[in-house]
């Protein structure tokens, strides 16, 4: 059975900082994906991750991804209040049929 | 993005009654669709797939008779909750994809949700 664990599931951190958001999953897989929840929501799609190294940005947020290693990372630079949000990441349960396993979920509170 | 619309965004109903929820791909051709529930302050559950014009594949431990999925149409999904209970009270969220668009590489797009209250 696939799992998949975030680490922190809290995080709650001042604007200006750098933290770092952890998924590890137990079986492998081809692709990865983050994405954001902000209260009451749907999803928004941040980054797909296809490949063993892929590195994706988008302003402060950057994601990496290390298959032998089964973790992938979402990184946040000089956080800002409006990246206060969950991020959840997600993993095929069955390779190319994007049934998702989601992990927890941190929920990411930026401070003034 | 191609965009996903669910109908309606909240219901509430007495205890007993069932709800029809909808989910169209609005700009896109769904082949496939996937309906995941999510209680508060909880990740996302996937519950089933549907595939245009077949039945739907359940996941382990989601009742088949009481989640009732129909996918009649290339740009349609309902899920229908029977006889619903408190305990169905959640956040229900489908996502579409069109296989034929790049094949498992095909992106998959999220609706905005539907909260069912159960009173």
């Known amino acids: 059975e696939l799992k998949v664990e975030q680490n922190p599931l809290f995080l709650s951190m001042q604007e200006g900082k750098n933290y770092t958001i952890y998924c590890n999953y137990s079986t492998t897989s081809d692709r990865l994906y983050w994405y954001r929840q902000d209260p009451g929501k749907s999803l928004e799609s941040l980054f797909v991750l296809l490949s063993n190294g892929a590195v994706k940005q988008e302003g402060r947020l950057m994601a990496s991804l290390d298959t032998k290693a089964r973790l992938s990372t979402l990184h946040i630079t000089a956080a800002v209040h409006d990246l206060s949000a969950t991020y959840f990441c997600a993993v095929d349960m069955e390779k190319g049929a994007q049934k998702l396993v989601f992990g927890q979920g941190t929920r990411l509170t930026i401070n003034p | 993005g191609a965009v996903v619309s669910q109908h309606p965004s909240w219901v509430i109903c007495k205890s007993g009654t069932s709800v029809k929820i909808e989910c169209r791909s609005l700009?896109?051709?769904?082949?496939?669709m996937f309906w995941y529930r999510q209680f508060p302050k909880q990740s996302l559950m996937l519950m089933a797939t549907?595939?245009?014009?077949?039945?739907?594949?359940?996941e382990q431990g989601v009742e088949k008779d009481k989640f009732l999925i129909n996918h009649a149409s290339l740009t349609l999904s309902t899920l229908t909750v029977t006889s619903a209970h408190p305990e169905d009270s959640s956040f229900y969220i489908c996502?579409?994809?069109?296989?034929?668009?790049?094949?498992?590489?095909?992106?998959?797009?999220f609706g905005p949700g539907t909260r069912l209250t159960v009173l």
């Open positions: 700009d896109f051709q769904a082949t496939t």
């Open positions: 549907s595939n245009e014009g077949s039945k739907a594949t359940y």
């Open positions: 996502s579409a994809r069109d296989l034929r668009l790049a094949g498992a590489s095909s992106e998959q797009f």
